[in-house]
Structure formats: C-alpha cells, structure tokens
C-alpha cells in the first residue's frame, strides 16, 4: 500500500465550507479513481488552521498517476478559496508604473509514503466526524536499522495496539524520499482513547523497545536528558501530532 498527505493552512472559518467541498467533491471524485482504498480530511489538534488530506493506495504506480492528472489538479483548484495565502508577496509594476502587491497562495505540501507494516484489516470505511482521531508519531531512524524498526513494529507495536481500547487502525510508513524517515498512523475511536494510550505508560514502552534504532542525536538528546533531567530540543525531535477526522471514506 501506499499513503499520500496532503497538508494545506485553511482561511479563518472557512473549514466548514472545506469540509463540505472535500464530502461533495474530493471523496466522490477519488471513489472512482482505481487504486484508491481511502481518504479523509483530518484537522489537526495543535494547529486548526492545518489540515492534511491522507489517502492510502493500493499502489504506488496508481496514486503517481493520479497526481500527475488533471483530476488532482482540478480538485486543488476547487479548493484553493478556502486555502490561505503564504505570507510571501509578490511585487510588480503595472503598465501606469505604479506598485502592486499580491499575496502569493500557497502551495500544498504533499508528501508520500509506502506503507512498510500495516494492520490486516482496512482503515474505518466511514468516520464520525469530528469524533474519530488521528495520531501521527514520526522518529528518524537510523539508516542501517530501518530493517530492525520494522520488524519491531510489525511483531510488537501493531498487536500491543491491536488490544488498546479505541484504537481501529494502525500502520507504518516510510517516506519514499527519505527511507529514514518513517510515521506511525493510528486512527481512534475519540481524542480520549488516544489520549489515555499515551498516558497509560504503554506508548512509553514502546518508545523505549525502539529508541535505538533512532537516529544518534536522538539517542544522545535522551541520554542527556537522563544526566540531566531537563528536556533537550534538537533538530531531530520525535514527533507526536494529533489530529480529527472531519471528513472521511473507505472504498472497499
């Protein structure tokens, strides 16, 4: 399988009328689009002004194509009024020599990943929205132990998950650019069965199963906190993101 995320910074109050658009428009277009097994538009938690559109493929080749197409192009251009502007402007001279400034609008991030290990069944075919919850957890790893990072995963992570209360899905995916950078996606029942997994401990342990296969300045970022007993920020921090489904799909 293959994940596709799309992330754009929504207009203040304009996410209902992007909701609407992605529920009328986007999910019926990708029902027919072949290879496409999923989609929904998730908010995310932190941030409301950000919005990622994830869709899962059952194949890389099928989800490139889309892109490339003038479907994924139409769809954007559908959305971009409900999208804000970079804070980038462009500057130019009319014809009458006098100065015009344009916001530049922003482009979306769209970033892709192969799914590396994944739960036997399919992602919830139709979400409650504003009630299902999405978690994305994304360590880098270290190169020569991406291997190892998946067979934990594959053999620990998803059957301890498998018996958490509330949590419906899980996967592991690697960055197609990146092979060292991975995400781990879990989808929830609710914002509290995820919340109360990562406060139970066990999120803890399973952390502590994989952290040497992080990458060494997230290894030496936690062994000083050890020493220490302060927090260290680098550059490679492991990242914890929630976010709530306000819109989603299965195709099966």
């Not at 203040?12 to 496409?36: F, M, Q, T, W």
Request: net charge negative; glycine share 6%; hydrophobic share 35%.
């Amino acid at each position: 399988m293959y994940m596709r995320l799309v992330q754009v910074r929504v207009k203040p109050d304009s996410l209902p009328d992007l909701r609407r658009n992605y529920l009328e428009k986007v999910i019926p277009a990708l029902h027919d689009v072949k290879g496409c097994l999923f989609a929904n538009l998730i908010q995310s938690d932190r941030h409301p002004e950000e919005c990622i559109s994830m869709t899962l493929w059952d194949d890389r080749g099928r989800a490139e194509m889309y892109e490339k197409s003038g479907k994924f192009k139409e769809l954007l251009r559908e959305s971009l009024p409900f999208l804000a502007d970079s804070s980038e402007w462009k500057i130019q001279l009319s014809e009458d020599l006098t100065l015009q400034y344009e916001p530049v609008p922003e482009e979306p991030v769209v970033k892709s990943y192969e799914v590396a290990a994944a739960e036997d069944s399919h992602p919830p075919a139709q979400g409650r929205p504003g009630s299902m919850f999405v978690r994305i957890v994304s360590p880098q790893v270290r190169e020569e132990k991406i291997d190892e990072f998946i067979q934990i995963y594959r053999e620990e992570v998803l059957p301890a998950l498998r018996k958490v209360k509330g949590c419906r899905y899980a996967c592991l995916t690697e960055n197609v650019q990146d092979m060292t950078q991975v995400i781990s996606v879990t989808i929830w029942d609710s914002k509290e069965d995820a919340d109360e997994y990562e406060r139970g401990g066990l999120f803890e342990a399973l952390k502590e199963r994989l952290e040497h296969t992080f990458a060494g300045v997230y290894q030496w970022k936690m062994q000083l906190e050890k020493d220490t007993g302060g927090h260290v920020v680098t550059s490679e921090e492991i990242t914890v993101g929630g976010y709530k489904i306000v819109a989603g799909k299965g195709f099966f």
